[in-house]
């Protein structure tokens, strides 16, 4: 599940957090979203958050790239740097595609990572959200 926006986040806090801690397998954020689910201070606290849990969370940061967790297993990625970005459109849902391709086929949370990246960089060079 993706966190989808930080304003259901916001209005709709401890369903969600009900959900990541007690429900779901995977869940998919962006910086801001988890940080306000979990009232966090730094980023590090989310970090701790999500090794607590034990379960796989991906978190996308913008320009800082993205992090996976699963337990005390932390993964980065980096941005593509040098691209012409088009459109946003389907980014995030390209991204999550690319991941759990690389998660469902037994790659690494690095490799996942990177699968989610190169996804979400090809869609953002064009109008659109289908490649």
Known sequence: MSLSDQFCVDRHKTHFLELVKNKLDITFANEQEIMSLIDAKSFD???NFSKSLGKV??????E???VAINGDEVAEC???EGLKIVDLTGAGDLFAAGFLHGHVNNMSLKESLDKGTDMSSKVIQQIGARL
């Open 45 to 47: 606290e989310v970090i």
């Open 57 to 62: 969370i991906v978190l996308t940061r913008g």
């Open 64 to 66: 800082k790239g993205a």
């Open 78 to 80: 980096g941005i593509k």
